[in-house]
C-alpha cells in the first residue's frame, strides 16, 4: 500500500500538500470555566518508537494492541479556556465521537476511543509552533511562522490519508489502519505544509517544491518529535530516520517506515513523484541536521523557506539555504550546508 497525503484540489492524485496561513488570525468566543492548561496522556509520538516493538499492530484500535507504558504523561497548554480543544496555537474543530470536554479531570483516553486522538491532535500542534517559537521565530529574532490557531479535522477522511487543504487553512486526519491522529510524526507531517505556505503562500506549485514541501514535513516530524520526546523523557528506541513507524505498520514490513531521510538518493533518482524525490531533500536536511547539530539546522532550515519561491527548484532552494546559512552563523555552516547539498547531486 502506498501512503498518500493529498491536497483537496487533487482528489487522490499523489501531491504536494498546502495550507493557507489565515493573516487575520483566529478568535474564539470563551467560555467561562475551562482551564489554560490540562493533564493528559499522548503517544510520544508513536508506540513503536518508545517500544521499540516492531510487531506491534493496530487490531482495530484495542487498546490491548499497545502496552501501557507506550502512554505519556503531559501537559497540554495555551487553551484558551472554553473547556473545550481550542487554544492559542491549535483548534479541533470537528470529529467523530463525542468532543473532549477540558476540565480539571486528567484527559488519560486509551486508543480505543476516539477523544485520544482528539488529545493527540491538539497537543502536538501545539508542541511543534511551541518548538518553532523555541528556535526565535515570532520572538523578535526571526519572522513569526503560522502563529495562529491551527484548525484541525479528526477521523473525517475515510480512508487511510491525511492531507492539508490551502483554501480553508486546515488540517484533516484521516482513518484506516492505524488511525493517522494516532501518530504523532504524521500530524507534525500535515503541519509541516502549514508551515510553509505560511512562509510562502501557494508554496509547491511544481514538481521540485511539491518534493521539497513533502520532504519538509517528514524532517519536522523528525526534529519536532525527538525534542518533544526528550522534554518529557521518552525513549527513541527505533531508527530516528523512519518516519510514521506507527502509522506504517499496516502497509509496511519491518523496520516499519513510511519514508526514511536517510537515502543515497541524488537528483539522478528522480522519478517524478513528490514523496519519492522528497527524500533527496530529506536526506539533505537529515545531513545538515548532523552537521551542525538540530538547533542551527532547523534555525537555518526554516529561515531560509522564505526566501524559496513557490515553484522553487532543488538548486535554487539550496542556495537560499546555504545563502541563510552564511548570513546567520558563517562560512563554516555555510560549507556544511553546501556540501550536503552537493551530495545529493545538486547545485547551489
Known sequence: MTRRYTMMACALLLSACNST??????????????PATANAQVFLP???????????QDSKDADSAV??????KVVLTDLDGSGTLQGKWATVRSETGKPVQVTSAPLNYTRSSDQFEQVMAYFWITEAQKYIQSLGFGTGELPP???ESQDVRINQWGQDNSYSIDTKDEIRLGKGGVDDAEDGEVIVHEYGHAVHDAQVTGFGSSLEAGAIGEAFGDYLALTVGEAVAKKYG???KADLACIADWDSVSYTNAPHCLR????????ADQVGQVHADGEIWSRALFDIRKA???????????????????????????????????????TTAATAVKNAFLARGMQP
Open 21 to 34: 496561513q489565515n493573516q487575520t488570525g483566529f478568535t474564539s468566543q470563551k467560555l467561562a470555566g475551562g
Open 46 to 56: 508513536n508506540p513503536v518508537q518508545t517500544t521499540g516493538d516492531q510487531t506491534l
Open 67 to 72: 502496552p501501557s507504558s507506550a502512554y505519556y
Open 145 to 147: 511562522v503560522n502563529m
Open 234 to 236: 521518552a525513549p527513541i
Open 260 to 267: 526514511r531521510t536517510d537515502k543515497n538518493k541524488t537528483i
Open 292 to 330: 551542525l547539530g538540530a538547533y542551527k539546522a532547523d534555525r537555518v532550515i526554516i529561515n531560509a523557506q522564505f526566501k524559496f519561491a513557490p515553484d522553487t527548484s532543488f538548486n535554487a532552494a539550496a542556495k537560499a539555504t546555504v545563502d541563510t546559512a552564511q548570513s546567520m552563523y558563517g
